[in-house]
Structures are given as C-alpha cells and as structure tokens.
C-alpha cells in the first residue's frame, strides 16, 4: 500500500461550537469534550465550525449601517477579514479542551446556520457531526421552535453520523451504509472542489486554512497555491500530479488490475482536471496577490492617514489648550482691569472726600485759632480782672477760665524760678499723676512759671475747719469721709513707681474740696522724689535747707534733715486731730494725749458738732496720735495699718449718712414700691411703673406679675429712668447742702 492516503480514506470529525457565557458555550464544551472522548481515537483530524452571520452592510463611526455593494471591494475585503479574525478567537478555549490532537478551525458565513451546517456535511462528506444542545426541556423547545442541533440532526444526509450532546442524554443520526459507492470518494473531491469555485469561496478557503489566515493578518505573501489554499490536513493534502497519482493508486486498489483500461481512462479524465485546476488555482493566486498587494497598500495608506489624523489632533488639541489658555488670561486680565477701575473710582472719591475733609480742616483751624485768640484775649481780661484766689509759700494762685472750664492759675515766686531744672523735672513726673484724690494739673508754662490746676469750690479744708468766710461747719460723716481720701491721696504718693514721692507739706490748708465736697491733695511743689528710701531706724542728715510748714514738719526731719515717706504720716495724724477738735496744731497734740488719758475726749470734739460717735470718734484720734509719734519707727504703716482702720470707718460714716438723708423727707415718687426706699437706680418697669433696678429684677426672676397692679407683665425688660435719676441726685444734692 502506498504512503501516500487519499481524501477519500481520511476520516474527520467536525464538532459545531458556539462561544460566550451561558448555556450555549456549555452545550458547544460539552460537544467538544464529548467528541474528543468518543470519536478523537478513529478520527484524524478534529475540526472546530463556526458559522458567523452573513455581512450585508459594514457599521460606521457615526452609527449607520452602509451595504457592502455601496462600498470598494477592498475595504469589504479588510472589514470581512477583520471580523473572521475576530470570529477566531472563538475556538481558542475549546483548543484547550482537544489536548494533543490535530485540530483544525473553520469559519463559515451564513444567515442560518443549520443549513450552512448541512450543506457543508453533504458537500465535503464529513463523516461524523457533533453539536451541543442548550435546551433541556420541553417547555423552552416549544416556545423558541426547533433549534439547530435539531435542524441537523432531521435533515443530515445518511452518509454523516451527527451526535446532539445534552446535558442529560445523546441523540445520533447514524449513516446508511448502502449509500455508499466506490465513487464517493471521488465525489467528495468533486464536490470540494465545486465548493472551493462557488460564490463563497474563497473566503471558505480562507478561513478553513489556519496558516493563510495568519498569514494575510499579517499581511504577507503566500509561498504556494496549495499553501494559500488548502492548508488542512485531511483535504487537499498535495495539488498537481500529487493528487493524480493518488487517485491512480487508489483507484487502482479498488479496481484491480483487471481494469487497467478504466484506470488509464480515469488518470487521463483526472489529469485533465488537475491541469483545468491549476489553472483556476493559479488565477486565483494572482487575484490573491493582487488583492494582499492592495491590501498592503491600503494599510499603508491608513497608517499614513492615521498618522496624519494623530498629528493634526495633537496640534487641534494644543492649539485648543493654547485658546483656553488665551481666553483664561483674558478673563483675568479683564477681572484685573475691572477691579483696578473699580480701585481707581474709589481712590478718586477717597481724594475727593479728602480733599472736602481737609478744605473743612482748614476752616475749622482758621475758627479754633480765631477762637482761641478770642479766648486767650477773654482768659487775660479775665485773669487780669481777678482776684487773687489764695496766697502761698511757693506761689500765688489765680482763679480763671479754660475752654469755658474753671481753672486755678498758680504763679510761682520769682526766686522758685531760680531752680529751673528742678521745676521741670517735678512738672514732668507730677503731670503723670493720675488719682481721683490728687489735684489734677492741667498744664505749666515753664517760661512764666506757671501751673494750671483744676478748680476746686470749696476751698482749702482750713478754711471749713476754722468756719473763716462764714462757712457752715462739716458733718461728723464728710470729716471721717476727707480723712480717709486724704489718706489714699497720700498712699498713691508713697507707692508711686519708680520712686516714691514725698509731699513734704501736707496740711489742711493744701487739702481741697471740690463742689461735692470730696477731698485732693493739691499743692505738690515742694514734693520730694526719693531714689534710696532710708529705713525708719538709721538717722542720716541730707538737706541742710527744711521745707514745709512748721507744726506739721516731722520732728525727726527737723533734727536731721532726713525725708521720709512717714515724714508724711506724721502731717496726716496732726490734719486728724485738727478735724476733730478744731483747733490750731499748736500743742493740740499734747491735749488729745492727756484729754485720752483723764476721760475726758469728748471735751475736746468740736462743739459746733453734737452728735459725735464718741467710740469711732476717740479710735479715730488714738490712730492720729499713734501717726504723731515724734520717731518714724514708732509711727504705724500708712497701706497696712492705717487705711485699713480708715476704711471701715468711712463705711460707718456713709451708713449713717444714707440713714440720715433716708430719714429727710422725699417726694412719693422717689420711693421703690418693693423696697419703700429711695432709689439710686430707678428702672421703669412693663407695667409703667418705677423700681429700684435690683429689686424689680429680683422680682422678675420669681414672678410673672406686677408687684403693683398684679397683673402679667408683657415683658420683662427695665428701661433707665434718666430723668427720675437726675431728680433724685439733685434732691440729695439739696439735702447734704442743708445739713453741711
């Protein structure tokens, strides 16, 4: 027997696959497994079939469906390729299931695909056909109609055994056996060939022959007609004379050489179609080649095109970037410039509103500096005009007008002026001195020597203290009341930063009253600053010149010369007693003394007051005499000792005070309605009504009604009664007038 086998005697199996998810890809691994189990041991070759619908229309970018015959053949050809192509990669999961046999791969084109199925069976005389069922019931078989396994498996020709593999059983067409010729061998080849011929087939060539498919993917030329055509290994293996000796032979095996004359007839009849084969087959090369040339180029071209499109969409894409780009800096340019037009408008009405402020300005300097020629004019009439208000040790003091303000005018003696520089330097410090119970200095004219203070109405306290100019004698309450103010004047002095001042002639007639008859120490211009406080037990003589007044001068100072800030005390306690007895300082010390000491303090009180608190009264004058010791070391502390004492003195003295004035008869209104008291910060109610603040916003926090008329309050919010306020203040203004 020859090497050599005909088609005829070589045995394939084709399996029908489908691919995807879901039950269809099953049913095609379930075929395809089956068939490599069954019939892969008497098969040569394994085929796999897909049927791909027929291409009538090619889609474009936009969405349309263009038909093929409007189109080139070319891009018909490149767009069929390019979905067979696609249609390939079908078979590459069922490859694995084939292990190490042959398997071949076929895509066929139809719109029905038992019957591209079929006609393929008949035609190329396959032996053995599997497909795989999806439907496992009977339900969906008859609502979806007869599918293609079933198709197949009725219509098949009796020369193929077709397989349906479900899930659950095998259904089989098996082949006639008398159907069979001697010919049918040269039929199929035949037949074959015919198909190769028809409308589809080149493509059916195509796609049947694994290696040309790669190979115009790739877009290369073909090396042999046989090559480009039949590449499969079971049809078509040789072309040529190759194909007539096989069928010499074979035919010579079926006949036997008793039918030489048949066979002689039959190898030229089989020449004579190989030669009319080749012949079709070589035209269909050149067509080939020509077709792949075309193609070539057409790729070419698109890759060129392509390249182009790249091109010119970087450059849209850039120059698109670049007109943002553009229009973003217009945008900010133009922001800029609205918002640099928007600055400019306002600083040109800043400059107008400037401008209209300073022509204002300088109008209103033009009328201040008439006016204050005017006044400065009125103030020098004026002072010229007045009497000298008092007379002092460093200077005589004047009583005039500043911007409408009363002032006192003190000018220095001509022989202070002599100490210029030390003049300045006490006006500098004293001109930071702010305290409510020290003369306020307003300003200094150190070339006339000059000082302005705040004009004080009540005078000096000697003058109240000896009733000189007809003046009405203080109440006990506002004596404890300026003692306890002068003290605090004096403790601001002491505790000065960073040195202490020393006043130096502290005395009744320094110590002023202004129209409320609260108390300042004024008269600050023999004050002394100390740089190293000197303690209370050393003796140290500094000043060989003594400045103050005599009775009120420390006697420690005296002898010594040295200053100290109890030298000051020792002026207060002397100022305490004076306000008690009213007398001159004169021995007034020595009598207090020994007035304690026999019982009889209360003789020595002023008698123009009768209702001294005798016990407040004599603590009061053992604390003056305790600050009238004649050694500093013996005198007690002014901030720990003696303002302490003070302090709850004037508290008692203020108490008496209210109750005093409570008890003066007052208008009804005055009256808190809660508290039957008069009211020092009346508050008007929601019901109309007037109350003491804190005692109708303790009413508020318990009740919802009027304490007067019971009824529900709408709000709960206190407006101020300013006028009732001011009334009350006079009125008690009244009251302290008449009893002082």
Known sequence: MSTLISVAAMTSVAVAVNGGPGSRGNGSRRAVRWAVENLSADADTLILIHVMPAITSIPTPSGEQIPINELDANVVELYVQDMRAKFEQIFLPFKKLCKTLNVETLVLEGKNPATVLLRYASELGIKSLVLGSCFSNCILRKLRGPGVPSTVLRYAPDTCDVYVISRRRLRKKSTNPSSFSKTSSRHWFVTRRKLTEGPNGINEQISGSSTLGSKVRKIFGASSLSELSFSSSQAFTHQGSTNASIDQESYHQNLGDNNQETLTVKSCNSMAS??????????????????????????????????????????????????????????????????????????????????????????????????????????????????????????????????????????????????????????????????????????????????????????????????????????????????????CGLAFLHSSKPEPIVHRDLKPGNILLDRNYVSKIGDVGLAKLISDTVPDNITEYRDSILAGTLFYMDPEYQRTGTIRPKSDVYAFGVIILQLLAARHPNGLILTVENAITNGTFADTLDKSITDWPIAETEELACLALKCSKLRCRDRPDLETEVLPVLKRLADFADASKRVEINNTSAPKHYFCPILQEVMEDPHIAADGFTYEHRAIKAWLDRHDVSPVTKWTFQHKMLTPNQTLRSAIQEWRCRVESSSN
């Open 274 to 487: 190989t030669k009319s084969e080749q012949a079709e087959v070589e035209k269909l090369r050149l067509e080939l080649q020509d077709a792949v040339s075309m193609y070539e180029r057409a790729c070419e071209e698109l890759v060129h095109t392509q390249s182009k499109v790249q091109i010119l969409s970087s450059e849209c894409i850039e120059e698109r970037r670049k007109v943002n780009a553009a229009l973003e800096r217009e945008g900010t340019f133009r922001k800029i410039a609205s918002e640099e037009k928007a600055k400019h408008l306002e600083t040109m009405e800043e400059v107008e509103v400037a401008k209209n402020l300073l022509a204002i300005e300088v109008n209103g300097r033009q009328i201040a500096e008439l006016h204050a020629l005017k006044e400065s004019s009125e103030n020098r009439k004026s002072l010229m005009n007045s009497s000298q208000a008092t007379r002092g040790g460093y200077g005589k003091v004047y009583k005039g007008n500043l911007d409408h303000t009363p002032v006192a005018v003190k000018v220095i003696h001509s022989d202070a002026c002599d100490r210029k520089e030390e003049f300045l330097r006490e006006v500098e410090v004293l001109s930071h001195l702010r305290h409510p119970h020290m003369v306020l200095l307003l300003g200094a004219c150190p070339e006339s020597g000059c000082l302005v203070y705040e004009y004080m109405e009540n005078g000096s306290l000697d003058k109240h203290i000896f009733h000189q100019d007809r003046r009405m004698p203080l109440p006990w309450f506002v004596r404890f009341q300026i003692i306890f103010e002068v003290a």
